[in-house]
T-cell receptor
Framework: DSGVTQTPKHLITATGQRVTLRCSPR?????VYWYQQSLDQGLQFLIQ???????AKGNILERFSAQQFPDLHSELNLSSLELGDSALYFC??????????????FGPGTRLTVL | AQKVTQAQTEISVVEKEDVTLDCVYE???????LFWYKQPPSGELVFLIR??????QNEISGRYSWNFQKSTSSFNFTITASQVVDSAVYFC???????????????FGTGTQLKVEL
């Protein structure tokens, strides 16, 4: 158990809908990262927050947004869902904002299925 | 731009065989970090090891060992005396060392599926 929690574990929804994925980082970690794992794109970085502020952005679609709250949990919002958004979404946390010297610990993931 | 290549898509071995998973990386940074993660069939990503670019010493942890060679930009992972429980997808990943506005995102390889059979 990494100490990172994600809810829900599974999510099934329809095209055009909006969903929210939730992540709680390990105790003491201030950085939260979101990644998407799909069959065609592999594991891709979406976005990073550090202590409530956006720190880095990757290949995140405009239909997707995220935020980190004062209690450090983070939410990833996916809207106008398309079939191609079906994927495993991971949250990871680390204790420092950047520099690569810290390890990212991953949650169990949320499997999103868009029908 | 950073890139990680794991050329082996799938490897099948018989239990107790040794197996090496290859990882080749590209980066323009002089300071960077390399990682291996394991993704068992249950789906979670489990951290295995982190190495920085200034430390080329090989590392051994039980049946696992890692060989880091800057000259060939490789960070290979060997499992000695493989077991069925080692069956998983293994990912190699790279992150920058500089603290920039870009944080330290991980760039992953495509993964190697390891199947260990009895």
């Amino acid at each position: 158990d990494s100490g990172v929690t994600q809810t829900p574990k599974h999510l099934i929804t329809a095209t055009g809908q909006r969903v929210t994925l939730r992540c709680s980082p390990r105790s003491g970690d201030l950085s939260v990262y979101w990644y998407q794992q799909s069959l065609d794109q592999g594991l891709q970085f979406l976005i990073q927050y550090y202590n409530g502020e956006e720190r880095a952005k990757g290949n995140i679609l405009e239909r997707f947004s995220a935020q980190q709250f004062p209690d450090l949990h983070s939410e990833l919002n996916l809207s106008s869902l398309e079939l191609g958004d079906s994927a495993l979404y991971f949250c990871a946390s680390s204790s420092i904002p950047g520099g690569g010297s810290d390890t990212q610990y991953f949650g169990p993931g949320t499997r999103l299925t868009v029908l | 731009a950073q890139k990680v290549t794991q050329a082996q898509t799938e490897i099948s071995v018989v239990e107790k065989e040794d197996v090496t998973l290859d990882c080749v990386y590209e980066t323009r940074d002089t300071t960077y970090y390399l990682f291996w993660y394991k993704q068992p069939p249950s789906g979670e990503l489990v951290f295995l090891i982190r190495r920085n670019s200034f430390d080329e010493q090989n590392e051994i942890s039980g049946r696992y060992s890692w060989n880091f060679q800057k000259s060939t930009s490789s960070f290979n992972f060997t499992i000695t005396a493989s077991q069925v429980v080692d069956s998983a997808v293994y990912f190699c990943a790279l992150s920058e060392g500089r603290i920039t506005g870009g944080g330290n995102k991980l760039t992953f390889g495509t993964g190697t599926q390891l199947k260990v059979e009895l």
